[in-house]
């Protein structure tokens, strides 16, 4: 995948020190990474840069809202998110990210890509269900909601239940209690 430009930082120009770097997502981020989950995108990412000596530490902060769909209803909503990751970047031989928030890069490297980390940070900031605030509190009206009520099972009476049972049963049970 091709890297986007405005997501990499050249950390070798950088005096040691804290550096903030914002970006604001919309919906082109996404269709970059063919992610199709979202409706629209209005997410702030901030990242603030600590550049030491021997290493650099990364802390990222995403939050807005993504547009997708109810999970039950189908519905479009606003579903508001937010994240925190920090991550090291330390300096070795050969690229090793096998660690969640530890990134080794080769010595030689001067920049880094943090596209992939704020994709992340969006996509696993997501509820695993997503639900239209409209259905928690009831007050959205839709056919799919009614349809779901009318075709949701109905628990019976207790009482009424006895009663519907077929009297030969009854016969058979009383074969229990002769012996």
């Known amino acids: 995948m091709k890297q986007l430009k405005e997501f990499t930082i050249p950390f070798v120009g950088l005096k040691e020190g804290e ?15 063919e992610y199709e989950d979202f409706n629209a995108t209005n997410v702030k990412a901030d990242l603030i840069l600590v550049k030491k000596s021997t290493l650099l530490e990364l802390n990222f902060q995403i939050s807005g809202t993504v547009n997708v769909n109810c999970d039950l209803t189908n519905e479009p909503f606003d579903q508001s998110i937010s994240n925190k990751f920090d991550l090291v970047v330390k300096f070795g031989e050969e690229y090793n990210d096998e660690h969640i928030d530890i990134l080794i890069v080769p010595h030689g490297e001067y920049e880094i890509n943090v596209q992939q980390y704020i994709y992340e940070m969006i996509v696993l900031a997501l509820p695993s269900k997503r639900i239209h605030p409209g259905v928690e509190d009831g007050t959205l009206d839709s056919e799919i909601l009614d349809k779901l009520e009318e075709l949701s099972p109905k628990i019976k009476d207790v009482k009424t239940e006895e009663e519907e049972t077929d009297p030969r049963w009854n016969t058979l049970k009383k074969l229990l209690t002769d012996k």
């Open 19 to 33: 550096h903030r770097f914002d970006y604001n997502i919309d919906q082109t981020f996404f269709n970059h990474f």
